[in-house]
């Protein structure tokens, strides 16, 4: 590959990129992954011309711990620019705690030590940019793909040029207003190639139980009513190479000595062919790998999981939401109940790990389907963790966010803060209902548990000692929970009583 340095007054301009993700902070049961969006984007410098060096504040363990990070990574490397990715906006729970305190004190940590140009991007930007801008008091920022956009504007600014209204995605604020340049189209995802991995600390990652982001495709056909992916990535599907994609498996595999990976597809199966092509590429170059990924009840067949099991397959995510008709549809989702069981036998058949997903209190949620949802996930025989929690974040861009809009509940274009929608028609005691189910099924859990002691020392000790597969900790801690319930030693709490313990907790740190 040819490629172009970009010199500006006889230097080569360097770019620091900042990976504004924590999980220790943000999401500690989550699991840690490297920045794959940064991987794209320090390829598309590369080819451009420019140097980088990337920042990963997930790496870091405390706030004193980010402040040092930034300030060597300034310090040594004096970078001309700094680009801040920016993955999660909050806790996606129930009530939603937002990072904006978290990104602030980074942007701080930064205009401490220089006062370059400073660029936002990813996801999380994308759906909050004007907040994220002020708060952060950026200069500039990219909403949408950044691969084609970042290097245009850094050329823009180092050349000393007006700003192109080609730079798609972008936005300023100039004389006291925003300014934005509108995406209209996506990238050809499909030539992209192979992503540049040099400079991200894999093998920090490997010492804490990390995994490793593969994304095959950009896009998602589906329609989930509080899903953001068609609005980030679109709705058509732009593919990579199945090849090309296991190559760079095969790459991280030998020069980093990495064997966990989490294909970060919003929905790996789909399109089913395509998945099939990416699984006989691993299973005839016996990849001896280990992987897990989002996956779709849609349509799966036994020969599908069977693939999954023979490449690699240690854990599948699936995210039904609900299981009663009515909300299935008044949800969006693209399978059947009957779809759903048929998956759950399909994983128990080849013994795959399957974490459930469910999120219940959402549009069309009413009493009646609150109850028959609770009944209906002792249907599933295979769960190795599930997960309940209790209504959706609004997202902008969703089609939750345009219901949430025509109902009244936010205002369009008004939202600079996590909603979390709730439906209206929940039993007075839905909050109860949820404990004691999970008291019965030991393998479920939800928001109601993190103010458990045990659950807390659980977590501690799964992010000390770097556990990755850490579902067998948890099952034990939920037979000691319903040990703890029939002993009396743990009480059923209301909502209303969750949040004041939530409150005084959070006011005690």
Not at 46 to 53: C, E, I, L, S, T
């Amino acid at each position: 590959m040819s490629v172009n340095l970009f010199f500006c007054d006889g230097f080569m301009k360097r770019i620091l990129l900042v990976y504004a993700v924590n999980h220790t902070i943000q999401n500690p049961l989550g699991g840690v992954a490297p920045p794959s969006g940064l991987s794209w984007i320090q390829k598309s410098l590369y080819v451009k011309g420019f140097d980088y060096r990337t920042c990963d504040l997930s790496l870091a363990r405390e706030k004193e711990d980010i402040e040092a990070f930034i300030k060597q990574a300034v310090n040594t490397y004096q970078p001309d620019a700094v680009g801040i990715s920016i993955r999660n906006i909050d806790t996606s729970v129930n009530p939603p705690r937002t990072f904006f305190p978290f990104l602030k004190d980074v942007a701080l940590a930064i205009r401490r030590e220089t006062d370059v140009p400073m660029i936002l991007g990813g996801p999380g930007f994308s759906l909050y940019s004007k907040k994220c801008m002020e708060i952060m008091a950026a200069d500039y920022g990219i909403v949408g793909e950044g691969e084609a956009s970042f290097p245009e504007l850094l050329n823009a600014i180092f050349s000393g040029n007006e700003l192109s209204p080609s730079v798609a995605g972008l936005i300023s604020k100039r004389n006291g207003a925003f300014q934005e340049i509108p995406r209209e189209i996506f990238l050809d995802y499909t030539t992209f190639g192979k992503a540049r991995h040099e400079g991200i600390d894999y093998e920090s990652y490997e010492k804490i139980g990390g995994y490793y982001p593969i994304q095959t495709k950009r896009g998602c056909a589906f329609n989930c009513i509080y899903c953001d992916y068609p609005y980030l990535e679109g709705r058509q599907y732009r593919m990579r190479q199945p090849s090309v994609i296991v190559d760079e498996i095969e790459e991280l595999t030998g020069t980093y000595a990495l064997n966990h990976f989490f294909f970060t597809d919003s929905v790996f199966n789909f399109p089913s062919e395509f998945c099939k092509s990416i699984l006989d590429e691993i299973i005839k170059r016996k990849l001896a790998i280990k992987w897990t990924a989002y996956v779709n009840p849609r349509d799966l067949t036994l020969g599908l999981v069977e693939r999954f099991k023979q490449s690699g397959c240690t854990r599948v995510e699936v995210t039904i939401d609900t299981l009663t008709r009515p909300t299935l549809i008044s949800y969006q989702k693209n399978f059947s109940q009957e779809e759903i069981i048929n998956a759950d036998a399909c994983f128990r058949q080849f013994d795959i790990p399957t974490y459930y997903w469910i999120n219940l209190g959402g549009p069309g949620e009413t009493q009646e389907t609150f109850g028959r949802n609770l009944a209906h996930l002792g249907r599933l025989t295979h769960v190795t963790k599930g997960w309940i929690g209790v209504g959706f974040v609004v997202l902008p861009g969703s089609p939750l966010y345009d219901l949430a809009v025509q109902e009244g509940r936010i205002e369009r274009n008004g939202i600079r803060e996590p909603y979390l929608y709730i439906s209206k028609n929940l039993p007075e005691d839905y909050a109860e209902q949820i404990q004691m189910f999970a008291i019965d099924h030991p393998e479920w859990f939800s928001v109601y548990d993190m103010l458990d002691t045990d659950y807390r020392q659980m977590a501690m000790k799964i992010i000390n000692e770097k556990i990755r597969d850490h579902w067998p900790m948890q099952a034990g801690y939920g037979e000691k929970r319903r040990q703890k319930y029939r002993q009396g030693d743990l009480k059923i709490m209301s909502h209303q009583v969750y949040l004041e313990k939530l409150q005084k907790k959070q006011r005690k740190k």
